[in-house]
């Protein structure tokens, strides 16, 4: 029962057992939002609270409920400041993740065993600085001290991926791709929908006459995309709208709101339609794998908005989030011919999710729980869940959804001890031959996401 | 921890305790889709893949999540070549019930205790064709031999019932009943709703100049199905739409579907609410079990469909589904006058349901979680809720709602390991006194079914 | 495994430790349905049904399952008629928390071991009233016995207060606090909404010629509460119903209303809104505690409600209940101004909840899973899945939403034995150090109430 132990996560010895086969493979991590011209320039954290905190909103999110104040979190303060602030309220965040996830960081990436507290906020703070500073400890070399073998960073199609070319260029060891992430152009109910679609003209050199030229430009980045490695698309949707339409009846939408109209509601979900679609063809033809993250809520808190912008902490997901309605003529259309990846937010969409990728055959897939979701419970109640209507097997493998370079280690651990957990518990309930849970829990922690997503 | 040894799913003393008592009871099957011409016929079966597969679309769906073909599951091949298919992908399902189900079946059924792998494939092909032309090995006394005590079908109001009226002229031991099953005649939306009503009118030797005309036709049927010893009657609904209708109204719909019109959503939905009302009636005045399956998005897939048609892998829940506001005029309406049992698919609505249950007194009770809900987990998940909230003692048992003969031993045995585990596990905790667990898993194995159907 | 022994729901030895921590800090019931005049009177149950089932509609729900009739329940039959019908088919009530909770209060409060079924029901009936007639088992002693420091009824706001005053002024040990509860003046769908409406014209002296005189008369009101020493607001909501609306808006509406003219759904909808955000803004001038208990749909069982009533036991709650779209505008107008504290009923909306608490940063609070979610496997699920997204610190505490004297103390030992269970477990798996979890397990148990309430 020590913090963090060899048994973490662990409650049986078959569990044991299996994390051991898992424990050192290497990460394949299909999706996070790595900053690459950092890994690219490859410098040292300057201290704990740039490397753990600062672009962390998972973090400022349960500080703030402790009471700790924006200006210590987003604010102008010092790092150092903010980090004093972190360690007197870290206490009080026992029993969420994030007490674990740090303090896992701290230990196996940063060798430091003290507990984050009041008390220890000036040691580990100097103890981090000097850890930091080290050049194995430079940003590269900490993602290959984690083992990441592949990471897929989330990007833009008018991005210019120069710095995931640039790090492929030097042969850094680890593989950084990018990953084909369109919402700006599909999101036309933004209020800066239009200034984007202008970047976007600007990055292509033409302009959009209709919503064909839109697709093509789409189609052309989708082009470069592959030329720097890029394997899938992602979307991160709160309602997967996917309903088949035509490409007149999108131009004439598209038309209206490049005019600068207002679009009603059904407009809306027709364009978006038709645009998610149009990617899946792209990504057919590819033999890509499309993913959809589904049911996020976005920028529910007004003053996170307001003051400091989206991607904050004013994210939520809806149990009546519709799935199965919106979704199912893109599966449909798509059958046998496209490599799909649903993940999952809400831990209520799990029963209706995995039903559908049991539907659908080989290519539908589900991903591991998912953001507020992939904590140890939520990743547990799913995996023993979707194991009983989908096939375990098929599943797409950890992906870290992180936002910092110092948690993919950590992330993937605690995936990978969920995982040994819940398979070594059927084993031991006399479920599952002990030699099959073995190749199960060693393909999901690597063979299979590298297999599906061709990595 | 050996694989399906004698602590599979029990973890703990008591639970093995329990199960010792309750393991080796006759079996109560009030749902199943048995072929009942074959069972009359009791013929062994060819092969294994005619006893475990060929008629069992949930088994087919888990093989296409491997990349079995078609070819291979509906198709044209032999039953060799699709059998060593199978095995050749076996594997990798483990964690799914089907792994372990076909594996309990050839252990306790057919008496073989060889993993099915593909180095085993040809091997257990030649054991089980061996085992199954034995004599005790033919469909009644398989059926015997798994202590099934009384088994119910699924029936449509026009079946003749031959085959049920000759097992019991033939003093089969083990009791065939007929199960009232009216969705194709609710089912108005359908495209062949009104060759199904040519057909009803047929069988009944007149045409239906009203909707009351219909629901004499069905009274007729209802009696007969009475004769040939029905006490249930099944409904297969996506939503349960059960409002207050007057039969004026649903004439006006009936005259306009029977001239070929086409129907509103809304109009749809009277109909059937009116129709499950008037189905309600007969069973309340015979002292029938009205019993809903609720929530099966049919036909997801359009692939299957088209090609294979229904009821061959493409059926799904949907968390979306309106469960309260459709079904509360139909509970009002027979309020303490009708054995209803409601079943549920998504375990999204396990709470919902066993709320409404508890609400509406002793005769509305919660059936066993479902379908791709009856898996080891979805099983004990709902049996740990439903009990704080609703009466365990009031569930309805155990249904195999099985597809094919060899199951209905492995399907109550898995049923039975979890009812002990679970309840088990609460006496452990101090939640209940020992005497009273043994009554209450005596109960819900056998003695709770057989009082509640009348069997 | 003793029945209710020491032992009792915790499943690890951190947990037993932990429970011994907490086990007899006084309680802090910030939410129950207790009768306030009864207490003053302070007299002695009359018997054990009195105490134990007369006033508590949880208990005949559970009985009406196992088919005992209205009139032993609701009816005018003996108070030992009633007791020995309940102790005849109590047995069968084993898995249901009620079963825990009884033999709690009989074991805890009355000292009485033997176990209710039909052969003891006599000899408890005995011994109880023996028990009750004591002068330590007066209401008052026998809150002061479990240890209650204060309890928070519920109250409408037209009521006088008369008994909370007078035990104040009595200077009674046990602090009993009212709660303001204004759901009447809310409802303005419901036929007797006018006639409410006319009681608190009177209460106040005045006629209401606007809205605005309406939430004057709320605004009087709370003040007086305020007086008598309430800290604390309380809704109970199907949906929560809370968009921004203008005052002439809802004028318009109440105007009609007050009329007697029928209302539109969305006019319902505003005027509800409109009304508590009125009352939030007054908890938020005052310091106050919002609270909003989400999801109960009322009387669903018609014969219940025709027969004996509203709070009678046909009441669920429904999956499909909207809480993130209503709710948000609240939310967001109170960012950081007002202490919430959001109740959930139906476990499917746990998700939903502990997102939305997170977001809205340290003023918005998750309560413990309440009423029918309440039982041990409710709490446990809920607290496992909470920590995990939200900040169990952040928690409410545990309310009774008691409706009988006897049951305080069960309720919250029931809840704090689940709490040392959850924690303790955390700290054997590793996630929590040992002295964290044991601040945490006395926070929620008693220090973390008394702060949020201010009591």
Redesign the interface.
């Known amino acids: ?5 060899p ?5 049986n010895q ?1 569990g044991l057992a299996l994390y051991e086969i898992i424990k050192d493979l290497p990460i394949i991590d299909a999706h996070n939002h790595a900053d690459v011209k950092a890994i690219w320039e490859n410098l040292n954290f300057a201290d704990i609270w740039q490397a753990e905190a600062a672009t962390d909103h998972y973090v400022w ?2 500080l ?4 700790v104040p924006e200006e210590l979190l987003t604010g102008n303060r010092s790092s150092e400041d903010k980090w004093l602030a972190f360690a007197q309220v870290f ?7 994030t ?2 996830w740090i303090h896992l960081d701290l230990k196996r990436v940063l060798g430091i065993d003290e ?1 984050i507290c009041a008390e220890n906020a000036k040691l580990i703070w100097d103890k981090a600085k000097a850890a930091l500073a080290r050049p194995e400890l430079r940003q590269q070399q900490m993602l290959q001290g984690m083992k990441v073998e592949v990471m897929c960073s989330t990007d833009d199609p008018i991005d210019s991926l120069e710095y995931h070319k640039k790090l492929a260029e030097a042969g850094c060891p680890v593989r950084v791709l990018p990953t084909f992430r369109p919402d700006k152009a599909m999101n036309i109910f933004k209020p800066d929908w239009k200034d984007y679609i202008t970047k976007f003209e600007a990055c292509v050199g033409s302009t959009f006459a209709s919503v064909g030229d839109l697709v093509a430009a789409l189609q052309d980045r989708h082009d470069y995309f592959a030329e720097c490695g890029c394997v899938a698309s992602d979307h991160g949707v709160e309602v997967p709208f996917a309903f088949d339409v035509e490409e007149e009846d999108a131009d004439e939408i598209f038309q209206k709101a490049y005019a600068g109209h207002e679009l009603e509601e059904d407009e809306i979900v027709l364009f978006m339609s038709f645009l998610l679609n149009e990617v899946a063809e792209m990504d057919a033809e590819k033999g890509w794998v499309f993913q959809l993250h589904i049911g996020a ?1 976005r920028d ?4 996170l908005f307001d003051s400091i912008g989206a991607d904050t ?8 989030t ?4 919106p979704l ?1 003529d893109l ?2 259309r798509f ?2 011919r496209l490599n799909v990846v649903l993940y999952n937010l ?4 799990t ?2 999710l995995a ?2 990728t ?5 290519k539908v897939n589900l991903g591991l729980a998912w953001w ?2 992939d ?4 990743m547990k ?1 799913q995996l ?2 979707v ?8 599943m797409a493998g950890m992906v870290s959804d992180s936002r910092k370079v110092p948690s993919y280690g950590s992330r993937h651990e605690m995936f990978r001890r969920v995982l040994a957990d819940v ?1 070594g518990e ?9 030699h ?2 073995e ?2 829990v060693r393909s999901l922690a690597y063979d299979r996401p590298k297999q599906l997503f061709g990595l």
Do not use: W
């Open positions: 029962m020590e913090f963090l132990g048994n973490y996560l662990i409650g078959t999110e349960c703030r409920k402790r009471g206490d009080e965040l026992a029993g969420n993740p007490y674990e507990l809520v529910v808190r007004d003053s902490g004013g994210d939520i997901s809806d149990h009546m519709e799935i199965v309605t199912r599966l449909n059958d046998d809400n831990p209520i969409h029963g209706t039903q559908l049991r539907a659908f055959g080989a507020l979701n904590s140890p419970i939520g109640r023993e869940y194991g009983s209507v989908d096939v375990l097997m098929n398979v059927m084993v031991e309930r006399g479920q599952m031959p002990l099959l849970a190749r199960l």
